[in-house]
């Protein structure tokens, strides 16, 4: 996988799609744009975090997008078939992951016209889906951040849960939404500010947040309270996982047997 990820030439900048300047936006020009951006995640990068995403984005991370966000339909428009078929060979899942000889099932399914030209993908997609990459592949900016903005902005979630290795981990990914929200002048133009008022009783701290829209997340490290978590009424419905287990943490089957009944005791139990 990593030949193909890196089959880009270094000049391969993004250009088939931009949008105006965000002091160019109309009311229409807003709802209309807001509209494209839900629908297809990549432009939601590309636009809402141009610094971040500045050149044209590989097949894989635009399966990620499509798997951790549910939306599918957009990867027609933004991918060509080479980059379709790769989706389909690599995303895939087995009945047994550890069993060699189990057979790998795709995740995509592409329906191609009579003239070869795909027309329909779908996607198998589970309550529980762990996504397993090199490090350096920005997983973390593309989920712990992209991903998470998305969901927050559109109320895609109302109770999000970021857990990492540690709670100092996971608070400064949840900084680096925060600060998101808070200074960029895209989101801003498009959403509105979204952070509580200082007088506020909603929370805006290292550990928790709460938008004026109605969204809570928090940070949490591996062994960290999730099962049980209640604000306003409202139970955890989303919980990204980034790097959970490091080096120290998998050394003795004890460690390893404490990080798996932290999973299945208290962490899975917490979704409805």
């Known amino acids: 996988m990593t030949e193909d990820y890196e089959e880009w030439p270094e000049d391969a900048l993004y250009a088939p799609w931009s949008a105006p300047e965000p002091e160019a936006f109309t009311e229409d020009e807003t709802t209309e744009l807001l509209q494209i951006l839900f629908e297809n995640p990549e432009k939601f990068c590309k636009i809402v975090l141009p610094h971040l995403f500045p050149k044209k ?3 894989v991370h635009k399966g990620l997008l499509a798997l951790s966000t549910g939306r599918v339909d957009w990867l027609l428009e933004s991918c060509e078939l080479w980059e379709l078929n790769k989706i389909v060979r690599h995303f895939t899942w087995k009945l047994e992951p550890d069993n060699e000889t189990s057979p790998e099932h795709p995740l995509f399914k592409i329906h191609l016209d009579e003239n070869g030209v795909p027309y329909r993908i779908d996607m198998d997609r589970a309550k529980f889906t762990e996504i397993i990459m090199p490090r350096g592949f920005s997983k973390t900016t593309l ?19 970021y857990c990492s290795e540690t709670s100092r981990a996971a608070e400064l990914q949840l900084g680096n939404v925060k600060y998101e929200l808070g200074t960029n002048p895209v989101i801003k133009q498009l959403f509105g500010d979204v952070r509580p008022d200082r007088n506020s009783d909603l929370k805006w701290t290292a550990d928790l947040i ?15 309270q999730v099962r049980g978590l209640n604000i306003l009424g409202q139970r955890p419905d989303c919980i990204l996982f980034d790097d959970v287990e490091d080096k120290e943490s998998v050394k003795t089957a004890e460690q390893r047997e404490k990080a798996r009944d932290w999973l299945y005791s208290d962490v899975m139990p917490a979704l409805p």
């Not at 709460?210 to 960290?224: F, I, L, M, P, S």
């Open 57 to 59: 984005m590989p097949w």
């Open 143 to 161: 989920i712990g951040l992209a991903v998470m903005l998305y969901k927050i902005l559109f109320n895609e979630n109302k109770f999000i849960v």
């Open 210 to 224: 709460q938008t004026t829209t109605g969204v809570h997340a928090t940070a949490r490290g591996r062994g960290g």
